[in-house]
């Protein structure tokens, strides 16, 4: 794998004598999307928006394309879309966009194509001149994230976009969102929906206490195996560290004289994943 996009050490802030964020780690890479999940009041928020350059690090450093960077110059290549955020409720979509793209300095005509493209993009195109008042929460959540998309960022953070969205807007969302990787964009997203976090991300990043943690596959990896004969119901399942030792079992299995008919990996999932280190809290 090329190196990160996006390559955060250490970072740490804190809002009077409350710490926030104590260490964050994280990498964001090309064509991937990493999911951010924890607590509530874990520093996901916070961790987001220093890494949006909307708020400055106490410590430690940003690289950009394996470069130094001053906070506020990320955001020129970042999409942000926050979990909450105010709509010129007068406006429409289609103007909304036009501004935004006009603050990252497009020209009105491209601004306006752009504005269009986006509309259609999160299939918003019937609201194009209408006041954005009339759309429904999630239809606003939808516009956010055209909101995010207008400067074509290298770089997206999502905090908790599914917020509000109808179960077709969510799979159009993760739909979406591996498009946008799958065109070269490193995508963050928060969020406290496990299940589709675990769906949509190529790698996870938990948050605890204002850390950051990479949990690891390897603990939670279990095997289902079925011996010829054996009924559905009697596969008994095994926790095994990895793929090697995995391998080195079904070996002695075979070894032992039994006949294996079913040998399968099952991820336990990310909720999982989660307890267990909600449980290793100190
Ligand atoms: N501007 C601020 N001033 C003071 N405290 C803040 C500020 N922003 C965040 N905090 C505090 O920092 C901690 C981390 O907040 P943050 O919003 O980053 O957490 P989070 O993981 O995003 O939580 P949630 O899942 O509830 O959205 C919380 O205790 C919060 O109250």
């Known amino acids: 794998m090329i190196g990160p996009v996006l390559a955060a050490r250490g970072l740490a802030r ?13 990498d964001l890479h090309a064509g991937r999307i990493t999911g951010l999940v924890g607590p ?31 906070h506020a110059k990320l955001r020129a290549a970042i999409g ?22 006009r603050l990252y300095g497009m020209a009105a005509t491209d601004a306006d194509l752009r504005a269009r493209e986006l509309l259609t993009l999160v299939h918003l195109e019937d609201f194009t001149d209408s006041p954005a008042s009339g759309l429904s929460r999630g239809q606003k959540q939808r516009l956010g994230l055209a909101r995010a998309l207008v400067n074509r960022p290298r770089i997206l953070l999502l905090d908790e976009p ?6 077709r807007s969510r799979i159009e969302l993760r739909t ?13 997203v928060s969020s406290h929906i496990l299940a589709e976090l675990d769906e949509m991300s190529d790698d996870i990043v ?46 002695k ?5 039994h006949a294996i008919a079913e040998f399968t990996r099952v991820d336990t999932g990310l909720e999982q994943v ?4 909600d449980a290793d809290r100190t």
């Open 14 to 26: 804190q809002f009077g004598d409350h710490l926030a964020v104590t260490h964050a780690d994280i």
């Open 80 to 101: 942000w879309m926050p979990d909450a955020f105010g709509t010129w409720e007068s406006l429409t979509p289609r103007e909304i966009l036009v501004a935004f793209g």
């Open 206 to 251: 938990m948050m605890q206490g204002g850390a950051t943690r990479i949990p690891e596959p390897s603990r939670h990896a279990s095997w289902r195996i079925r011996r010829v004969g054996d009924a559905p119901d009697r596969a008994v399942t095994v926790e095994l560290a990895d793929d090697a030792a995995a391998a080195a079992y079904l070996a």
């Open 40 to 70: 509530n009041g874990a520093g996901k928020t916070t961790l987001l928006l220093m890494l949006a350059g909307l708020l400055e690090p106490d410590r430690g450093t940003i690289e950009f394309d394996g470069t130094a960077v001053e």
């Open 176 to 188: 979406l969102l591996r498009q946008m990787a799958d065109a070269g964009t490193a995508v963050l």
């Open 253 to 257: 299995l075979i070894a032992d004289g």
């Open 274 to 277: 989660y307890l267990d280190l």
């Open 162 to 167: 599914a917020s509000g969205m109808d179960p």
